[in-house]
C-alpha cells in the first residue's frame, strides 16, 4: 500500500520554508533597494535574514533570480499602494494624480526597472517578469473598472487600455529620468503630463467615449 503523508504533515514541513523565503526576500529587497543588485552579496541577505548563504541558493538558486524575484514583488506591491489612495478619488484626473504621485519615484518602480534591464541577459528569468506583468495588469484594470463604476464616471478609455497605458508610460518615465537625473517631482509632472496627452489623443480619434 502506497505510504501517502498527511495533508497536515506535508503543511508542517512547507511553512517554514515559506517562512524563510519570505525572510529571504524581505531582508533582499531592502539591501537591494538601498545599494543596487551590485553593491550586495549574497552573504550580506543572509545575515539580514538570520540564514545562511546556502539557503539563498536553495530557495532562488541565485543572487540575480533573487533580485528579480524580489522586485517583481515590490512592483506589485506599489501597484497596490497606488490603487488604494486612488479608490479614494473623485474624478478621473484625481485617479491619475494618485496612481503617478505613489508610483513614480517609489524605490520599488526603480527595481522593477533594473530586473527589466538584468532580464534582457537573462532569459531565464523572463517568466517571472511576464507573470509580474500580467498581474500589474489585471490589477489595474480591476481597480479602474471598480472605481469608475463606483463613481459612475462615463465614456474614457476602457480600463484595460488604462492600465496598460499606465505602465507602459511609467516604466518609460523611470527609465529615462533614472538615467538623466531627474527630480521626482520633475518625473511626476512629466508622467502626468503624458497621460493627459494620450488619454486626450485617445478621445480624439474614438469620439464620445468609443474604445
Known sequence: MTNV??????????EPGKRMRSRLLDAAVELFKAQGLAGVAVADIAAAAGAFPSQITYYFRTKEALFVEAACREVLYVARQAETSAAQALTGSDYNRRLVETVIGSPGLALFVEALSLTRRRQDLAPLIERTFDRLHAQGDRAYAETKAQHGWSGGDDPATTARRFWTLAL??????????????????????????SGASHRAAHPQGET
Open 5 to 14: 503523508r498527511p495533508l497536515a504533515e506535508l503543511r508542517a514541513v512547507r
Open 172 to 197: 518609460g518615465v523611470a527609465l529615462r529620468d533614472g538615467a538623466t537625473g531627474a527630480t521626482g517631482q520633475e518625473a511626476i509632472d512629466e508622467m502626468s503630463a503624458l497621460l493627459r496627452h
